[in-house]
């Protein structure tokens, strides 16, 4: 999972930075350090964020993504 998927999720959810990491189930500093590319997304943290939104979701934002940036340097 990249940074835009994991920012792109929280945006698209309406959620604050808090709220998000209650629901996928870590901390607020982690969430937004990750954000901040301070962090990296472990597979830990990318598999509670496709456990709390759907695998479906996901490969639907990161589909959307490459769409939109195509040609994109």
Same mark, same amino acid.
């Given at each position: ?11 698209? *959810?309406?959620?604050?930075? $808090? ?11 982690? @969430? #937004?350090?990750? /954000? !901040?590319?301070?962090? *990296?997304?472990?597979?830990? $943290? ?11 979701? @996901? #490969?639907?934002? /990161? !589909? ?10």
């Amino acid at each position: 999972m990249t940074l835009k998927t994991f920012r792109t999720i929280r945006r698209l *959810s309406d959620m604050t930075a $808090t709220e998000f990491a209650m629901e996928i189930g870590v901390s607020r500093q982690l @969430v #937004n350090h990750i /954000e !901040q590319g301070r962090k *990296s997304i472990t597979r830990t $943290t990318a598999t509670k964020v496709r456990q709390a939104f759907g695998d479906d979701y @996901v #490969n639907k934002v /990161e !589909q959307f993504i490459m769409d939109t940036t195509k040609g994109e340097a």
